[in-house]
Nanobody
């Protein structure tokens, strides 16, 4: 079992930055694909960024150049640095870990960007 706890969300003005963290416990994440998703009420959960065990990274086009995903396996932590935030980035951000055919989710952290 893997437990994921996100932190770092908050309220920021447009153009601001936040650093989201996802701390994993219960099992190593070294061989996991780690992802950040986001969701707004009434819409499907959207993949924002992913990083695999080899360091391969993918971003959704709307955050390319503004967000940076990274991982520190020794600290069992994945980060999402969000810069140049826009009101449309407002959402609950969720951490996801995929390993050994299983998916684990955190409880989410709210990011609100004011215009």
């Amino acid at each position: 079992q893997v437990q994921l706890v996100e932190s770092g969300g908050g309220l920021v003005p447009a153009g601001g930055s936040l650093r989201l963290s996802c701390l994993a416990s219960g099992s190593s994440i070294s061989f996991a694909i780690m992802r950040w998703y986001r969701q707004v009420p009434g819409k499907q959960r959207e993949l924002v960024a992913s990083v695999n065990s080899g360091g391969g990274i993918v971003y959704t086009s709307s955050v390319q150049g503004r967000f940076t995903i990274s991982r520190d396996n020794a600290k069992s932590t994945v980060y999402l640095q969000t810069n140049s935030l826009k009101p449309e980035d407002t959402a609950v951000y969720y951490c996801n870990s995929q390993q050994a055919g299983l998916n684990y989710w955190g409880q989410g952290t709210q990011v609100t960007v004011s215009s």
